[in-house]
Each structure stands twice: as structure tokens, then as C-alpha cells.
């Protein structure tokens, strides 16, 4: 029986995330993920970028963790938050990380979990209808909504969470009108009922966050035993030199100082390709 186990859980949302967060940890644990929207998240910052995020993604979860627990007078507490960046391979990639947080003051634990991938991002600048047409394809409209501006990605007014062909043409005349330029802004709608690739994101971090909260200490059974640290320095096959590549993973607990190290023995070599030395 997990310290988990059938409790209520606060979720701070107006975005629709408690359908795949709530799906996986009531598997997991019988948890019962109880949704309010009685706070505006979009007080806490908007992608549409008419309110900076507030700090961190670390810190806007935590935030909304604990609005969430007072609001619902609960001690355990689940909130999101996603940012949306370049991939971390080729930078080229719109890139999407999502962090849930999860606050449980019984038990004085902060467990997070975290999934990113290929993000549904498209975003253009568009002068006629037809060129309009041409990136819904792109877009993946009508499946992810759209939200368009007037002018640029900083105009203050928008139109939100667009889902229909006729709502769109409508939408884009009002911007075109209002456009200094004539000309007008459009991208995908990043909230996550708006937005399925990024709601599949959720749903996976849910799922890293669930296999966390099953995750026990050897030494003192707490949840939350993970990888804390990666040691590097494996030996290129070719000069014997150490390369950034692993050799192994660090497991901690979020209480005791109890540590494994999995992996230390090196059994194999890095390719030359990833030596600094060889492929400077």
C-alpha cells in the first residue's frame, strides 16, 4: 500500500490537463485528482505573452501546487507547466518539456515528473486568405486550434482557441483590419486543451511522475528514490581519453543520504565521434 494510496489530490486548471493526469495516477494509486479553475492560471503568465510566466517552470508549478492544496484545503497537491523551446539536438525543432509537480505536506515530499518532445508549433506571417489556408495543413488544424493577432506575435489583442474554418476567416479579416501593416499573425494555440501533441506530453510526464511516487528507498521506504546525478567520462575507443559520454547513473533519496550507482563498471568504449579530443 502506497503512502498514496486513495488520497484526494488538488489540481489547479482551467485547461482541461486533469483528463490524462487524472487517468494515470488513479491507476497507479486510486488517487482521487480532485480539478478546480477557481484561480486564473493565466494570472501565473500566458504563451500568448500577455503576461510573463511567474519565475521558473519550476516555480509557476509550484505556485499553482499550492493554490490548488489551499483552495481545495487538501495536503496533496498536482500542477503543470509547460514551456516551449528549440530541441536540444539540432536546435532547429520546435520543442515542448512539461513538468508536473507533485506537493504532499503529510509526508514533506516534492516529487516531480517531466516528458518533452516534438511540439505542434507553427507559427507565420500572412497578408492573403490563401496563404492562410495553406498553414492550417502545417498547423494540423482543425485538431490543434489556432490563435491569431493582428500585425505581430506582440499585439495585444488576439483571437483564442479557433477550431473552425468559418471562425477563422472571420478572425482573420478582424486582424487585417486592425493590422498596422495589413499584416497578420498566426500560431498554434499552446494550451493544452488546444493543443493534443502537447496534452500526449502531459500525459507521459504523468506517467514519469507516477513511476517516482513508486519508486521506494532501500533504506527508509520513501518515494521519490531516482537519478539525482550522471557520471561522465567514459573512455574514447580510439586515444583511451575520457569523452562526455556516461558511464553512470547516481540514485538518491529525498530524504536520507542513502545513494546506489548503477552502472560504474566500464565495460565498453565511446566512439571516436564523441571524443573531444579525436573529433575536436
Known amino acids: 500500500m502506497s503512502v498514496f494510496s486513495n488520497r484526494s489530490v ?22 482521487l485528482v480532485q480539478q478546480t479553475s477557481a484561480y486564473d492560471t493565466d494570472l501565473l503568465g500566458t504563451f500568448t505573452q500577455e503576461t510573463p510566466r511567474y519565475g521558473t517552470q519550476l516555480d509557476a508549478a509550484r505556485k499553482k501546487a499550492t493554490i490548488g492544496m489551499e483552495l481545495l484545503n487538501l495536503d496533496l497537491g498536482l500542477a503543470n507547466e509547460g514551456a516551449f523551446v528549440s530541441d536540444p539536438y539540432s536546435g532547429m525543432i520546435p520543442w515542448n518539456n512539461e513538468l508536473l509537480v507533485l506537493i504532499d505536506q503529510q509526508q514533506q515530499l516534492e516529487i516531480t515528473g517531466f516528458a518533452s518532445g516534438p511540439a505542434q508549433n507553427e507559427n507565420a506571417y ?5 496563404e492562410m489556408e495553406k498553414f492550417t495543413e502545417s498547423a494540423l488544424f482543425p485538431s490543434h486550434y489556432l490563435v491569431v493577432k493582428p500585425t505581430d506575435e506582440y499585439h495585444p489583442q488576439s483571437k483564442k482557441g479557433i ?6 476567416k472571420e ?8 493590422s498596422s501593416k495589413g499584416v497578420v499573425y498566426v500560431e498554434n494555440d499552446l494550451r493544452a486543451f488546444a493543443n493534443p501533441t502537447r496534452m500526449e506530453n502531459i500525459r507521459k510526464a504523468a506517467i514519469d511522475l507516477a513511476n517516482k511516487m513508486n519508486s521506494l528507498c532501500p533504506q527508509c521506504q520513501t518515494p521519490g528514490f531516482w537519478i539525482k546525478d550522471v557520471k561522465k567520462g567514459l573512455p574514447c575507443n580510439a586515444c583511451g581519453l575520457a569523452t562526455d559520454q556516461e558511464i553512470a547513473k547516481i540514485w538518491g533519496c529525498l530524504k536520507c543520504s542513502y545513494e546506489e550507482t ?14 573531444h579530443h579525436c573529433n575536436p
Open 10 to 31: 488538488s489540481l489547479l486548471t482551467k485547461h482541461g490537463k486533469e483528463k490524462v493526469i487524472a487517468d494515470v495516477l488513479n491507476n497507479a494509486f486510486g488517487c
Open 126 to 130: 500572412l497578408s492573403h486568405w490563401e
Open 163 to 168: 477550431k473552425e474554418l468559418a471562425e477563422l
Open 171 to 178: 478572425a482573420f479579416e478582424w486582424a487585417k483590419n486592425l
Open 262 to 275: 548503477e552502472g560504474m563498471k566500464v565495460f565498453k568504449f565511446a566512439d571516436p565521434s564523441k571524443c
